[in-house]
């Protein structure tokens, strides 16, 4: 969704659950180059809920055992794949590589036009990022 602006709100968001989501967070703003938009958390820090933002696009974030139906639901889920638009993939591979993040692909860019890395967060989840932004008439 890059280049996408003007208070748009996008109309999906990964949502993930971490055993300890303070440290996804800061890998995730530290290392990938998101940014903290909120976090509620309760006095003994687990996180319920928190959005982060890179570009047009957000993922929600929380802590496993918060309790609640999701919690639950989630409980024995693997680890998700996430897509994200970035406008300078090898500025953004650099900063993660700087960061200690695990880099499963360098920046390679695809038969289809798009140029990508791929890595893996301290969770396992997969994180892919590249130019790849599809027009979905919005």
Not at 9 to 14: E, K, L
Not at 15 to 36: M, P, S, V
Not at 58 to 66: D, T
Not at 89 to 106: N, W, Y
Request: net charge negative; hydrophobic share 40%.
């Amino acid at each position: 969704m890059a280049g996408t602006g003007g208070g748009a709100r996008p109309s999906i968001y990964p949502t993930l659950l971490y055993a300890d989501a303070r440290a996804a967070i800061r890998q995730l703003t530290e290392g990938l180059g998101f940014t903290e938009l909120s976090v509620y958390e309760t006095e003994d820090g687990t996180v319920m809920h928190a959005e982060l933002v890179q570009g047009g696009g957000a993922v929600m974030i929380g802590s496993k055992g918060r309790g609640g139906l999701f919690d639950a639901a989630m409980k024995d889920a693997g680890p998700a794949g996430v897509y994200v638009v970035v406008d300078d993939v090898d500025a953004h591979h650099q900063r993660a590589v700087e960061h200690g993040v695990e880099i499963l692909m360098p920046p390679t860019d695809q038969d289809y036009g798009s140029r990508d890395y791929m890595a893996r967060d301290a969770e396992g989840n997969i994180w892919s990022f590249g130019t790849y932004a599809p027009e979905i008439g919005v």
